[in-house]
């Protein structure tokens, strides 16, 4: 079956620092791979979306200088939160879909805490 | 914003009562996704309607989708214990593969 993996699971950076995290696909080809933001009330907020062979594109309020992400091949995504503060504590998700599906399966996510 | 309701709702019940848990959106949508959300995991995807369905069921599970009042509902039949998660609707369009989640649904089913 398809199964998205995300690490590390948990992550303390202190303030003004950045981190860096991994999304991995078994079983599928990871065409595309969207980040999310999810707070504490449980709001989903798109950071970008990925797609293998085409420019990455953010979402409003979310930059390629802040939220760098690599998708080098259909198995694997990172992405970093540059310079992070409390702002951008959460569980960070990627939710990755294969070619021509609009099945997107979700890791476990990251969870950022800031201090 | 996509959705109606921006609020995170509960919903109380006991097991083996019947729920139905409804959510709107805004912009044109082909499809509607419907994710359940275990405490510590992320989203799972439980049913997916197309736009060119008016109902969908998987086991206990049924979706429904009206595109022109722009809604969906998730119905579970005979609740259990273990169908306590928080639930979320989703759009997505066709060519994409942009996910946009609603508010979500606490739903507490208790023995």
């Known amino acids: 079956g398809a199964l998205v993996y995300q690490y590390p699971r948990r992550t303390i950076c202190k303030s003004g620092t950045s981190m860096r995290m991994e999304c991995q696909a078994v079983?599928?080809?990871?065409?595309?791979v969207a980040w999310y933001r999810q707070s504490p009330q449980k709001t989903f907020e798109l950071i970008a979306l990925?797609?293998?062979?085409?420019?990455?594109?953010?979402e409003q309020n979310f930059t390629q200088e802040k939220f760098p992400i690599s998708h080098p091949n259909l198995s694997f995504s990172s992405m970093t939160v540059l310079n992070a503060y409390l702002e951008d504590r959460g569980l960070y998700l990627c939710?990755?879909?294969?070619?021509?599906?609009?099945?997107?399966?979700f890791g476990p996510g990251t969870r950022l805490t800031v201090l | 914003s996509q959705w109606g309701e921006e609020n995170l709702q509960a919903l109380s019940i006991q097991e083996g009562e019947d729920v139905t848990m409804n959510c709107s959106y805004k912009?044109?949508?082909?499809?509607v996704h419907w994710y359940r959300q275990d405490s510590g995991r992320g989203p799972a995807l439980i049913i997916l309607?197309?736009?060119?369905?008016r109902e969908k069921r998987s086991g206990r599970l049924r979706a429904t989708l009206d595109t022109s009042s722009q809604s969906s509902s998730l119905s579970i039949t005979a609740a259990q214990c273990e169908d306590t998660a928080v639930y979320f609707c989703?759009?997505?369009?066709?060519?994409?593969?942009?996910?946009?989640f609603g508010s979500g649904t606490r739903l507490l089913v208790s023995p």
């Open positions: 939710g990755a879909s294969g070619t021509g599906g609009y099945e997107q399966y």
């Open positions: 079983g599928f080809q990871a065409t595309s």
């Open positions: 990925s797609t293998v062979n085409s420019a990455i594109k953010y």
């Open positions: 912009t044109y949508t082909t499809v």
């Open positions: 309607i197309r736009s060119n369905e």
């Open positions: 989703a759009t997505a369009r066709t060519g994409g593969y942009k996910v946009v």
